[in-house]
């Protein structure tokens, strides 16, 4: 979807379809995440996030947002959402309260959203008030505390650290991508990827090797070897792993903070 730090640009809701029907002959998901960027400055994310559910892909869907934008989400949007994860970052004078009340009043609308994520310790206590505030109104919230973790390193692994961070790291098991055709069993390697081609970089390490071409005639069988293999992937090298990073407060990065950690 859209981010401000790759160059303008919006997911194509035929390619989207085509994967989603493609790599439903292979696979059921409980959830399909919608992230960016930003997923909801995408025009048309109510399509994009019905789809998958349409289809039997999967169970539910969940966006991943700043919350700015569901001040001014549609309601073809809010009868859709299953869960909403929202990133908060305080440091950039965005108006939580503002966003909050909004949630409260289309969780009213709309009670099959189930569950408001939220990522960003140094707000806790701001929000349990909120949580506390809401259900005693009578109204159900699901916060749910965690953690940013420091993925990126500017250096690079040998081998071995990298298959050591790989066997301890939950995202290699949890935590899928699908884009234009491609099954990435980590989101960071589509991230470098896409990143290192931005920047007209070379790429220190084959990313996309990372990855099955879904349309492959052997897609199945390179998706199980994939999904089932013990080694690590090339994006590790310049990982520190989800579960040996360190946890940072969450923060609206700068072009210059993206550049950094090429
Ligand atoms: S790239 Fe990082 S997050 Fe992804 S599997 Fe490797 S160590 Fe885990």
Same mark, same amino acid.
């Given at each position: 979807?859209?981010?401000?730090?790759?160059?303008?640009?919006?997911?194509?809701?035929?390619?989207?379809?085509?994967?989603c029907?493609?790599l439903s002959?292979?696979?059921?998901l409980?959830a399909a995440?919608?992230?960016? +960027?930003?997923?909801?400055?995408?025009?048309?994310?109510?399509?994009f996030i019905r789809y998958p559910k349409e289809i039997g892909l999967a $169970?539910?869907n969940?966006?991943?947002?700043?919350?700015?934008?569901?001040?001014?989400?549609?309601?073809? %949007?809010?009868?859709?959402?299953?869960?909403?994860?929202?990133?908060?970052?305080?440091?950039?004078?965005?108006?939580?309260?503002?966003? %909050?009340?909004?949630?409260?009043?289309?969780?009213? =609308?709309?009670?099959?959203?189930?569950?408001?994520?939220?990522?960003?310790?140094?707000?806790?206590?701001?929000?349990?008030?909120?949580?506390?505030?809401?259900?005693?109104?009578?109204?159900?919230?699901?916060?749910?505390?965690?953690?940013?973790?420091?993925?990126?390193?500017?250096?690079?692994?040998?081998? $071995?650290?990298? =298959?050591?961070?790989?066997?301890?790291?939950?995202?290699?098991?949890?935590? %899928?991508?699908?884009?234009? +055709?491609?099954?990435?069993?980590?989101?960071?390697?589509?991230?470098?990827?896409?990143?290192?081609?931005?920047?007209?970089?070379?790429?220190? %390490?084959?990313?996309?090797?990372?990855?099955?071409?879904?349309?492959?005639?052997?897609?199945?069988?390179?998706?199980?070897?994939?999904?089932?293999?013990?080694?690590?992937? =090339?994006?590790?090298?310049?990982?520190?792993?989800?579960?040996?990073?360190?946890?940072?407060?969450?923060?609206?990065?700068?072009?210059?903070?993206?550049?950094?950690?090429?």
């Amino acid at each position: 979807m859209a981010s401000p730090y790759f160059q303008p640009s919006y997911s194509d809701f035929e390619t989207f379809k085509r994967d989603c029907d493609k790599l439903s002959e292979f696979y059921k998901l409980y959830a399909a995440r919608f992230t960016g +960027g930003e997923a909801l400055l995408h025009p048309d994310i109510a399509k994009f996030i019905r789809y998958p559910k349409e289809i039997g892909l999967a $169970e539910k869907n969940c966006v991943i947002t700043n919350g700015i934008s569901l001040l001014s989400a549609k309601d073809d %949007f809010w009868e859709a959402v299953d869960y909403i994860h929202l990133s908060v970052y305080d440091d950039t004078g965005i108006n939580y309260q503002k966003i %909050f009340d909004k949630i409260d009043e289309k969780i009213n =609308q709309y009670p099959h959203i189930e569950m408001l994520e939220v990522t960003k310790p140094e707000v806790i206590r701001k929000l349990a008030g909120y949580k506390a505030d809401v259900e005693s109104k009578g109204a159900e919230v699901n916060l749910t505390f965690g953690t940013f973790k420091k993925l990126y390193s500017t250096t690079v692994k040998s081998d $071995e650290e990298a =298959q050591n961070i790989y066997d301890k790291c939950w995202m290699k098991d949890s935590t %899928f991508a699908v884009h234009e +055709g491609k099954f990435y069993k980590c989101p960071i390697s589509l991230i470098k990827s896409k990143l290192y081609r931005q920047e007209n970089l070379s790429m220190p %390490f084959d990313f996309d090797s990372d990855a099955v071409d879904l349309f492959d005639v052997n897609a199945q069988e390179n998706l199980d070897r994939l999904l089932n293999s013990t080694n690590f992937l =090339q994006a590790c090298k310049t990982c520190n792993g989800y579960n040996t990073a360190i946890d940072e407060p969450q923060s609206q990065l700068k072009v210059i903070d993206i550049k950094d950690v090429l």
